[in-house]
C-alpha cells in the first residue's frame, strides 16, 4: 500500500483549504442566498457586515475534515492505480486514461463518508450572516461555531442530518475528481513529451491548477444542488423534500442558469486552490519516497 499518498495527500488538503476558503465562503453565499447578486457585491458586503472574519466562518473544522478527505482521496486514488496496473500484468505503470478515470473516480466516492459531516458545518455557517463584532446582537447568531453547529444539528435533525446532501455530494465528486486527475495526468504527460524530462514544479502548478477548474466545471451543478439541500431547514421551514425536489424546483424557479451560477467563482478558486495542493503533494510524497531507487517524482528547477 501506498502510504506516502495518505500523508502527503492530508497536507496539500489543508494547505489548500487555507488558500481557498475565503472564496469559498463568497461561493456558498452566492448559491444559496438570493440577496446576493454577484461575487463582487457578495465580498463587499461580507466585509462590510462581518470584516475578515466573515470570510472563514466555519474554517476550523473543515481545515481538520478536509485534511482527511484529501488523504483518503490521494491515498485511494493511487493505490486504485496500483491495484488495476496489477490486475492487467503491468505492475507500476505506465497506467491507461482508463485506469487513472476510474481511480480517480473511486478516490471521490470513497471520501464521502468522512468528508459530509464536515462539509455541512462549513455551509450552514458560511451562510450564517449575522456579526458577532461590536455592536451585533450575539443572541441572533444561530450557531456559535463548528462544535455547536455539528452538535446542533445532531440534536435537531439526528445523526442522518449530518448526511444531508450526501448524494449529490457523491454525484458532485466522483466525475469531478476523475475528471481532476485525468486532466492532471494528461498535462503531465504532455509537458514531459513536450520538454524531453520529467515534469519540474512550473509544470506541476499548471497542471494541477487547470485540472482544478476542469474538476470544478463538471461538479458545480450537483454543488449547487448539495449546498442547498444542506442549508434546506437550519431556519426552521423545509423547503425541499428530498434531492430530486430540489433539482426540479431549482430548474422550474430558476431555469438551467442557476446550476453554473457560481461556476466563475468556483474556477477562480480552484486554480491557485489546486495549484497548491498538487505542489505539496508532490513534493512530500517526491521526498516521503526517496531513496537510491525512487528519485523525487519531479525536479525543482
Not at 117 to 144: F, H, M
Not at 156 to 182: H, I, K, V
Not at 202 to 219: D, E, P, Q, R, Y
Request: proline share 4%; hydrophobic share 40%; charged share 15%.
Amino acid at each position: 500500500m501506498h502510504i506516502a499518498d495518505f500523508v502527503s495527500g492530508s497536507f496539500a488538503g489543508a494547505c489548500g483549504v487555507a488558500v481557498g476558503y475565503p472564496l469559498d465562503t463568497v461561493k456558498v453565499r452566492i448559491q444559496t442566498q438570493k440577496q446576493f447578486t454577484g461575487v463582487y457585491q457578495c465580498a463587499v458586503a461580507t466585509f462590510s457586515k462581518e470584516g475578515v472574519h466573515g470570510f472563514f466562518k466555519g474554517m476550523s473544522l473543515p481545515l481538520t475534515t478536509v485534511s482527511l478527505t484529501s488523504s483518503v482521496v490521494f491515498g485511494t486514488y493511487r493505490n486504485c492505480l496500483q491495484c488495476l496496473s496489477q490486475a492487467r500484468g503491468a505492475c507500476g505503470g505506465p497506467y491507461t486514461k482508463l485506469e487513472v478515470f476510474l481511480s480517480g473516480l473511486a478516490g471521490g466516492i470513497a471520501q464521502i463518508s468522512v468528508m459530509s459531516p464536515g462539509d455541512i458545518v462549513k455551509v450552514r455557517l458560511q451562510c450564517q450572516t449575522e456579526s458577532k463584532r461590536a455592536g451585533g446582537n450575539v443572541n441572533r447568531v444561530r450557531y456559535r461555531g463548528p462544535v455547536h453547529c455539528l452538535l446542533s444539528i445532531v440534536r435537531e435533525e439526528g445523526f442522518m442530518g449530518l448526511y444531508r446532501g450526501a448524494l449529490p455530494l457523491m454525484l458532485r465528486d466522483g466525475p469531478s475528481f476523475a475528471t481532476y486527475f485525468l486532466t492532471y495526468t494528461a498535462i503531465c504527460d504532455w509537458l514531459s513529451e513536450r520538454s524531453g524530462r520529467r515534469v519540474d514544479w512550473a509544470g506541476v502548478m499548471l497542471a494541477g491548477g487547470l485540472s482544478g477548474m476542469a474538476g470544478w466545471t463538471i461538479g458545480t451543478p450537483m454543488d449547487v444542488i448539495k449546498a442547498r439541500l444542506q442549508v434546506d431547514g437550519a431556519q426552521g421551514t423545509r423547503r425541499y423534500k428530498g434531492f430530486f425536489h430540489c433539482v426540479t424546483e431549482t430548474l422550474r424557479l430558476e431555469g438551467p442558469g442557476v446550476f453554473f451560477r457560481s461556476l466563475g467563482i468556483n474556477c477562480l478558486r480552484a486554480f491557485p486552490v489546486n495549484m497548491v495542493v498538487f505542489l505539496t503533494y508532490e513534493i512530500l510524497t517526491g521526498f516521503l519516497q526517496a531513496g537510491p531507487e525512487n528519485p523525487p517524482r519531479f525536479g525543482l528547477e
